[in-house]
């Protein structure tokens, strides 16, 4: 079986985090909250998103609430995050796992009508074997989604040979739901001491996470 990365999309291969924080304070007007500091958000942020609204209220966000704010993150998003770029050499990274044979594909929690043709519009969409988005309504964890996506992937990967590489330690529950190994990155939505208690390796770059995965898939 040919090693295989499969990658988180916000705030992992697209440097997003201005955006996610921006959009958050959008939704976190509608109730009343006062804005985050990048650095306070990824202090405070925990999925499922609900939950992180929970901690900001004190309690938790009514349906109303929820929809309201569910809604007006995902506009403000879509309006912040359109001068964001790749992370800082992905393209090639990207690249270099490919021509050594290896396979790649794409999970993000980010709608799949919507991050497809992002990934399209990067020019990196052939380099995955599969771009999965989420479907149906926003605000779950990740791990019945990595179940489904390495299903479709088939016989053609193989757990014991697949990292996940991702921002949250939601990433790592979700590998370790597929018996998969996980590296996290810290340039997305957690401060590297939570990430640190996913139990999982932490690092500071991409480049970083796919010379471990390299290693970790050796030993497979």
Same mark, same amino acid.
């Given at each position: 079986?040919?090693?295989?990365?499969?990658?988180?999309?916000?705030?992992?291969?697209?440097?997003?985090?201005?955006?996610?924080?921006?959009?958050?304070?959008?939704?976190?007007?509608?109730?009343? +909250?006062?804005?985050?500091? #990048?650095?306070?958000?990824?202090? +405070?942020?925990?999925?499922?998103?609900?939950?992180?609204?929970?901690?900001?209220?004190?309690?938790?966000?009514?349906?109303?609430?929820?929809?309201?704010?569910?809604?007006?993150?995902? =506009?403000?998003?879509?309006?912040?995050?359109?001068?964001?770029?790749?992370?800082? %050499?992905?393209?090639?990274?990207?690249?270099?796992?490919?021509?050594? %044979?290896?396979?790649?594909?794409? +999970?993000?929690?980010?709608?799949?009508?919507?991050?497809?043709?992002?990934?399209? %519009?990067?020019?990196?969409?052939?380099?995955?074997?599969?771009?999965?988005?989420? &479907?149906?309504?926003?605000?779950?964890?990740?791990?019945?989604?990595?179940?489904?996506?390495?299903?479709? =992937?088939?016989?053609?990967?193989?757990?014991?040979?697949?990292?996940?590489?991702?921002?949250?330690?939601?990433?790592?529950?979700?590998?370790?739901?597929?018996?998969?190994?996980?590296?996290?990155?810290?340039?997305?939505?957690?401060?590297?001491?939570? +990430?640190?208690?996913?139990? &999982?390796?932490?690092?500071?770059?991409?480049?970083?996470? &796919?010379?471990?995965?390299?290693?970790? #898939?050796?030993?497979?």
């Amino acid at each position: 079986m040919r090693a295989h990365i499969v990658w988180d999309w916000n705030g992992t291969l697209l440097h997003d985090i201005d955006a996610v924080v921006a959009a958050s304070n959008a939704a976190f007007a509608e109730v009343g +909250l006062a804005p985050l500091s #990048v650095e306070r958000y990824r202090e +405070l942020y925990c999925i499922p998103i609900p939950l992180f609204y929970e901690r900001m209220l004190g309690r938790a966000p009514t349906a109303e609430e929820w929809e309201r704010m569910d809604g007006v993150f995902h =506009l403000a998003y879509t309006a912040h995050s359109a001068g964001c770029t790749l992370t800082e %050499g992905a393209e090639l990274l990207l690249e270099r796992w490919e021509a050594a %044979g290896r396979s790649q594909s794409i +999970l993000s929690m980010y709608g799949h009508e919507e991050l497809v043709p992002l990934v399209r %519009g990067f020019g990196i969409e052939r380099r995955f074997v599969r771009v999965d988005g989420r &479907v149906g309504p926003s605000g779950g964890g990740k791990a019945e989604h990595m179940v489904r996506h390495l299903a479709a =992937l088939g016989g053609a990967v193989a757990p014991a040979r697949t990292v996940v590489i991702g921002d949250a330690a939601d990433d790592a529950l979700a590998a370790r739901a597929v018996g998969a190994r996980a590296v996290l990155y810290t340039g997305g939505s957690h401060t590297r001491r939570n +990430l640190a208690a996913a139990g &999982v390796p932490v690092v500071d770059s991409l480049a970083e996470a &796919v010379a471990l995965a390299e290693e970790l #898939v050796q030993g497979a």
